[in-house]
């Protein structure tokens, strides 16, 4: 397989084709091309030429290609579809998937699509995890699975998988559930073509199994998953009934999610926005961290026109607060960013204090390296030794202090159930920033004996 | 099963047990563990301790536990074992998890480790695997695999495959070779149930098989399978002579180090730490962003003193320098957080100069936004327009220059082949705070007419 190139000419050669209806070949051209090749193609499409598209190509392909498009696009897309030409995708599509888009629409719009879905078995299975919250395994779970009595035999039970895989487009694991549907064990198809046909399923299936319950939280299971390599998890309600299962592709997305997230948080960005967003929402994404940052700066301005009598002799104190600022910043940036990752993977471990105390002799030991710079330039510079240690003893306890805050809060949060890495970014640069200025020039008047 | 909890006094008794030699009461304790958990469990103990259990219990636990265990811990454990011990653990891993082991030791260990492996075949193909870059496809595939030859049957297939499998823990494509070990196509397990005896694997495989070459980049591959949804894809070389596979686990672990080294990156931390590291480690990877803030600061210094005696009028414009740097800093931030996540998505298409042009729209909006509460704030405290309308003028501009910049510096990074992460985070707050206070300062003194 050549690896797919998306390519300006291409796109081109397919919006000129849609302008002429060209049907034929429209198909020749994307029949052969990967569901997610012909997302992308169709990310650069217009909403109408999207359509057109969608409508033409066969529903086997164009569902899969529906869940992989872009939000918004998704959404004029679905706009312009008609109830019943949604059910026909959805027929399609597992039920995981199908779910992911019905929930994009409107409560009623909902009904109407749901209403039209033919195959009675698959109308049930996603009207039953609509009930699910997103966030939740129920959420991010298919119905599609196979599942074997523990009582069948091996040659009984590769008769029934025959049909069961038939609609099942990837067999990770065979499930064991007894009379009452409740899971006991798992098998691997491997496990199955290895054991001799006349062995029951009671004698060969493994019973560690591991799974998860339908109301776990997403990030739980994908530490689960990811914790255990598994592939696949079952998910099971309180009486250990089994609802479905998950696949590990979905964590995938669920991982690079939860990274970005976190990402664009670090980066003072609210919103999940990408590059190609519009002004308006890229705005709304941003704008409220910048509006933070700018209280910040007059915090920071009111602080240093209360020092301004005091330091008429010293204006040279002023001309370093954008330094004390950032580097208060960068220390209170660095030292959140570790804790929100050793969060996010688990090896945070021991006590807050003992954290505190190594965060403390961290900072002492980069703001002492750092200031001994600084007192030297600022001696030679300025010829003035006082002013010189001043500034530099300032800049120790700043680092220290900014650190601190800077470990204590995503711990904080994190403990208060509050996601701890809204900590790294403008709201710990922000505060750093005013605590850093308004410490040197305490530190700086107690120094200076002003 | 119920999951597994860290506990300090579990930790405390493994401890005791360890000290009292209490070998039964220890392999009793922790035998019916995963393997994942007795790494959490190793992670808490001394490097002595930890030998002790990898000594204890059985290799085809130990191996995985050694392949889950901390960096550190690892490195020194597998000091504290013989090279015929490691290479017995090695005897029970597959191959990629075997080389990721064996590449961490000095050339010359290595050689011993090997010359004690006693399985020709899993010594072949270990040394094979070494010659492999780490980054690269070849350094992050198995030898592992299941593969048939398009002439054979159905049935002759699942004969041969019960021989294969055994050794293959998890079984997700039969791979399809012909006879010159080309790959051909692939077929599912379920494929292969579901068909016909004696039907000719020529006539039931799927020729439309994804691949990679061995000499790809292991960020490739993670971008193709999670594009293409695989939980595993075959490794070819250039004459695509099937040499291997990669499996769906490795591309999670990928996917989360890539997203942890931006993450960390965007936060000023050069190397790969984790909250439990040495504050010298910790000092080694934080130290030189801070000291690059450090030079910013000072070169924030140098520009108002330059500006100093026009300005002796004007104080209050320097009690805003702090708000200006950080605005300057926010915004860059925001924008190359973008841009370095949309390179990473591949979704940043179209022209650099298009990009920039919106980049300028926006910051233009969200500057003017702000400047106009800061217009105000300046004017009804100050009580001077002429100010208040030079801050605020600047702090547009600011704005707009930060903006472009970050969306700039990751775009030209990009192009020259550097990673683009390492423009969100402190290169970019320290450029932008410079050239925030320079242009701040220019346009205030052209404002004010001095």
Redesign the interface.
């Known amino acids: ?1 050549t ?1 797919f190139k998306l390519t300006e000419e291409l796109v081109a050669e397919i919006k000129l084709l849609i302008y002429n209806q060209e049907d034929v070949q429209l198909e020749g051209l994307l029949n052969e091309v ?1 569901y ?1 090749d012909v997302a992308e193609i169709i ?2 499409l217009a909403a109408e030429e999207a359509t057109y598209l969608i409508k033409l190509l066969d529903s086997d392909k164009t569902s899969d290609v529906l869940t992989e498009v872009d939000d918004d696009l998704r959404e004029a897309i679905l706009g312009n579809l008609s109830s019943k030409e949604i059910a026909e995708e959805l027929e399609e599509l597992d039920t995981d998937d199908a779910v992911d888009i019905i929930a994009e629409l409107s409560e009623e719009r909902q009904q109407e699509v749901i209403s039209n879905i033919e195959d009675e078995e698959h109308k049930e299975e996603i009207k039953e995890l609509l009930k699910y919250a997103e966030d939740t395994a129920g959420g991010l779970m298919a119905k599609e699975l196979v599942k074997v009595y523990d009582t069948w035999t091996v040659a009984g039970c ?1 008769r029934r ?2 049909g069961q ?2 609609e ?1 487009t ?3 694991s065979v499930y064991v559930v007894n009379k009452q549907d409740e899971l006991v064990g798992r098998l ?3 496990d199955l ?2 054991a001799k046909n006349e062995k029951k399923i009671a004698d060969i299936y493994i019973s ?4 998860v319950n339908v109301e776990d939280n997403v990030e739980d299971v994908a530490k ?1 998953m ?4 598994l ?1 696949a998890i079952p998910v099971v309600d309180n009486s250990k009934t089994l609802l479905g299962r998950i696949t ?2 979905d ?3 669920v ?2 999610e939860e ?2 997230k ?3 948080l ?4 609210t919103q999940d ?4 967003d519009s ?1 308006i929402e ?2 709304r994404a ?2 409220p ?3 933070l ?2 209280v ?3 915090g ?2 009111l602080i ?2 209360g020092f ?1 009598d005091t330091f008429n002799k010293y ?2 104190l ?10 208060a ?3 209170g ?2 030292s ?4 929100v ?2 969060l996010a ?1 688990d ?3 021991g006590s807050i204090n003992r ?1 505190l105390i ?1 965060e403390m ?2 900072a002492a ?2 703001g002492t ?2 200031a001994l ?2 007192f030297f ?1 600022v001696w030679v510079t300025k010829g003035d030794v006082n002013t010189a240690f001043a500034i530099s003893a300032s800049l120790v306890v700043v680092i220290i202090v900014a650190g601190l805050i800077g470990t204590f809060v995503p711990l904080f949060l994190n403990k208060q159930g509050i996601d701890p890495a809204i900590a ?3 709201f710990i ?2 505060s750093n ?1 005013i605590f850093g ?1 308004l410490i040197y020039f305490w530190i700086a008047k107690m120094v200076l004996g002003i």
Do not use: C
């Open positions: 397989m690896p990967h997610a990310n650069e590769l998988i025959r895989a038939e099942v990837r067999v990770h691997s198809l491997k073509i290895v560690n199994v591991d799974y689960v990811s914790k255990y390599d592939e590990i592709d964590i995938v997305d991982l690079k990274a970005d976190d990402y664009q670090a980066a003072g960005i926005v990408e590059a190609d002004i890229l705005t941003r704008l961290w910048l509006f940052g700018l910040g700066g007059v920071a301005f240093m026109e301004q204006a040279v002023f001309f370093f607060t954008p330094l004390i600022a950032a580097m910043g960068n220390v940036v660095q959140s960013a570790i804790i990752q050793g993977n090896d945070v471990k954290r190594k002799l961290l030991l980069n390296i750092l710079f600084l330039f790294t970014g403008p640069t922000t920033d200025i």
